[in-house]
């Protein structure tokens, strides 16, 4: 069961609220940036590869994108 106290069930409610927030604010880079983050825990590497470019393309200067973008492509079998 994964209800909405689950640490799963608290994980899609995360990745709800997170979608809804990029569609309405889609060059936040905070925002692609946790998405992305959510979506890696969760096993989502393709996803969150995704979210992690949109963050680098919104905020070139912020570093930790670029982290975990390197992070879902080597679990993709992306990585060098």
Known sequence: ??????????????????SAAVSTAPHDA??????????LLMGRHAEALVQFEAAIAGA??????YYNAALAA???GRGE
Request: aromatic share 16%; glycine share 16%.
């Open 30 to 39: 905070a925002l692609h940036y946790g998405y992305g983050g959510t979506l």
């Open 60 to 65: 070139p200067e912020y570093a930790l994108p």
């Open 1 to 18: 069961y994964y209800g909405p106290s689950s640490g799963v069930g608290r994980a899609i409610t995360a990745l709800r609220e997170y």
């Open 74 to 76: 080597d679990r993709l």
